[in-house]
């Protein structure tokens, strides 16, 4: 029973086109925390809550820590965020950071990353790099097996 039109060869092509997706969007991500690093503002922050969020039953890690950080800008607003990944020991609540934000929208576009936290860069940068070996290898796979190659 064939369940895709195509049969194998389709399911090489979908899976390489969602890893694809998955990668791009991890190296979008990681052009804009890089882009904040290079160009946004830095302003001193802290860790301000370290709390676990439950993802939901059927989850394999159904629990997952968040990290809050608060900073001002320097208009005076006072602004608490989430980053992804800060590092693979985390941070303890209080402690200092420095974050790089954009001032046009503080509270959307924040981040811990630069000296002592590259977790925000390294991560996007790993899945972005291995999810995106593994699409071009599942689309030249499918080219092969279309005969294209």
């Known amino acids: 029973m064939q369940i895709l039109p195509g049969g194998t060869a389709t399911?090489?092509?979908?899976?390489?086109?969602f890893l694809g997706a998955f990668a791009v969007r991890s190296a979008l991500r990681l052009?804009?925390?890089?882009?904040l690093v290079r160009h946004g503002e830095h302003a001193e922050g802290r860790c301000a809550d370290r709390r676990t969020v439950?993802?939901?039953p059927g989850m394999d890690r159904s629990y997952v820590t968040e990290y809050v950080f608060a900073f001002r800008t320097r208009d005076g607003r006072d602004i608490e965020f989430t980053d992804h990944a800060p590092g693979p020991f985390g941070f303890e609540v209080g402690?200092?950071?420095r974050v790089s934000y954009d001032p046009a929208a503080p509270s959307k576009h924040a981040t811990v990353?630069?000296?002592?936290?590259?977790?925000?860069?390294?991560m996007p940068a790993v899945f972005a790099v291995v999810l995106g070996?593994?699409?071009?290898g599942l689309l030249v796979g499918f080219?092969?097996?279309r005969g294209w190659l």
């Open 11 to 17: 399911f090489v092509l979908l899976s390489g086109l």
């Open 31 to 35: 052009h804009r925390v890089l882009r």
């Open 54 to 56: 439950d993802r939901g």
């Open 95 to 97: 402690a200092p950071v």
């Open 113 to 122: 990353a630069g000296p002592g936290a590259w977790g925000p860069v390294v």
């Open 133 to 136: 070996v593994f699409a071009v």
């Open 143 to 145: 080219a092969a097996m």
